[in-house]
């Protein structure tokens, strides 16, 4: 009876099916035995496929095997029972196989029933064609308890349920995770379609606001137009007047003067001596002296006006080209929460492109500005000025405009040369130093054979193509800043990624010539 134990132990007496002890034993053509009422149903399964295959074995047929009730086997186990060997611990696991006993015993009404032949291949070591209930957690594999005694031997493992119940506490929290991230993506989705609502209603409310603006700038600029006729009007109303005035008073002295003249002509044919005397000192007139009413000068009548009309009209231009720069960028600052590509081609930069312009207030006092604040060069050391604004140690200059979004512009320089820069503004202003000399710039030093980068008082040597047109592009956002060398193609020199706190200015730094050698620097205007 102990070798009969010992063989229950070892499965010999199992359906590979049910796991049980077989019940009714048969045996098919290659050998194998099984419960009748395990191998019909497996093999009712197969009637579909017109082929029939020994779960064990493989061994394949056309024709559905016969089965023949193998007497020895049932003998046998009949005897087994008897002794009272039981195999109690062979019944199927929660939803593995069918388990005849749960059907008649009320301990196992709870007990989770399903197909005995669901994923059986999957289920059975190919090499022992035992069930796999084992996990070795070394190889992180399904064994079967066979597979425990040699080839995982000593190796850490547990049940299959037991590694179920931990790796089910990971998958619902990984499923926890996923759920949060869905929630949290469409909750996203939700943000941007309120964002696109937004940028159309501002935009639209935008559009309303600026042809306002412009109708009441065109319609003040009409005023003016209207008052200065009315004015040009009402003045040559005053000045004909005037005229006609100077006029009809001309012409009553002509008369008197034409009566006078008739007089003295016959006082000059009178031929009595005492009486031409006596007359003669009568004539008051011939004493006074003759004076003109009209100050000869060159004719200018409404000239000077339309003149000054003119260059109040050229200030007006110059103003609103630099106002309406920095509306430009204002609205090119525009963020919403996708951050923006850095641009490749042509088309991209342009998309970015601006026009900087420099802020005389904070040139040093040896440079000079000009094209409307768009170039700097060095001018006459003879001629200073201070502000309290300027450098008054470097010969640098920081833009007007702040730059809050995304950025592109060019400079295009000569001379010695020149260091291009970005800037925090009132820090670079009150240190006074070099642009790049402090960690509030970020500067790119253009000699003419090679280019250094400068931050922090810390240079790098700058490799790429030398150019005298360089192209920066910054997204104060993002925290991206690039410089370009431009020739027909922009080609990169320099990207940095970094953090910035306060508004950016555009800075340019000209080095002092010598020997005649002069620098300067342009920013281009971009189409």
């Known amino acids: 009876m102990a070798h009969q134990g010992h063989q229950l132990k070892q499965g010999k007496f199992c359906c590979s099916i049910c796991l049980d002890l077989l019940k009714d034993p048969v045996t098919i053509p290659c050998g194998h035995s099984y419960c009748m009422s395990c191998i019909k149903s497996y093999f009712d399964e197969e009637d579909c496929k017109k082929t029939y295959t020994c779960p064990l074995c493989r061994h394949m047929s056309v ?77 992180q594999t399904c064994i079967c308890y066979l597979c425990s005694m040699d080839e995982h031997k000593n190796h850490k493992t547990v049940s299959a349920e037991a590694e179920r119940a931990v790796r089910q506490k990971d998958l619902k929290a990984s499923l926890q ?88 002509k016959e006082l000059s044919c009178t031929e009595d001596h005492t009486e031409f005397l006596l007359n003669y000192y009568s004539q008051s007139e011939l004493s006074e002296a003759d004076s003109s009413y009209i100050k000869m000068r060159p004719l200018k009548y409404f000239e000077d006006g339309i003149a000054a009309a003119s260059q109040a009209r050229d200030k007006l231009q110059d103003i609103l080209n630099k106002e309406w720069n920095k509306v430009s960028l204002t609205v090119r600052a525009v963020d919403v929460l996708l951050p923006h590509e850095e641009p490749k081609i042509k088309e991209e930069f342009l998309k970015y492109s601006c026009q900087i312009t420099l802020d005389s207030f904070t040139a040093h006092g040896m440079l000079a500005l000009s094209d409307g604040d768009t170039t700097v060069s060095e001018k006459n050391p003879s001629v200073q000025y201070s502000n309290p604004e300027r450098f008054t140690s470097v010969h640098q200059v920081l833009s007007r405009e702040s730059l809050t ?10 001379g010695k040369g020149v260091s291009i820069a970005v800037a925090y503004k009132d820090r670079n202003r009150v240190d006074n130093s070099g642009f790049g000399y402090n960690n509030k710039s970020w500067a790119l030093e253009c000699y003419k054979k090679y280019y250094k980068f400068r931050h922090n008082n810390v240079t790098t040597d700058i490799s790429g193509p030398c150019s005298s047109r360089i192209g920066v592009y910054v997204d104060h956002r993002a925290g991206t800043l690039g410089f370009y060398s431009v020739a027909g193609t922009r080609t990169p020199l320099l990207q940095v990624k970094t953090t910035f706190t306060e508004p950016l200015y555009a800075g340019v730094w000209v080095w002092l010539g010598y020997f005649g050698v002069t620098s300067s620097a342009r920013f281009i205007e971009l189409r």
Request: positive net charge; proline residues 3%.
């Open 63 to 139: 024709q559905r095997p016969a089965l023949v009730k193998n007497t020895m086997l049932a003998n046998l186990l009949e005897d087994i029972k008897k002794t009272g060997a039981s195999a109690d611990d062979r019944y199927a696991g929660p939803g593995e196989v069918a388990c005849d006993k749960t059907h008649k015993s009320p301990a196992f009404k709870n007990h989770k029933l399903v197909d005995p032949t669901r994923k059986l291949k999957e289920n059975v070591c190919s090499r022992h064609n035992e069930v796999m209930k084992i996990f070795c957690r070394t190889d």
């Open 177 to 264: 995770n996923k759920r949060q991230k869905i929630q949290m993506r469409e909750e996203e989705i939700k943000v941007l379609q309120r964002e696109v609502e937004a940028i159309k209603e501002s935009a639209d409310k935008a559009v309303k606001d600026s042809e306002t603006i412009v109708t009441e700038l065109v319609r003040v600029i009409k005023e003016k137009g209207s008052e200065l006729n009315q004015l040009i009007k009402s003045q040559q109303v005053n000045e004909v007047s005037r005229v006609k005035g100077l006029q009809k008073k001309l012409e009553e002295e002509i008369s008197e003067l034409k009566q006078k003249e008739a007089e003295l």
């Open 405 to 414: 979004g995304p950025h592109y512009w060019e400079v295009e320089w000569s």
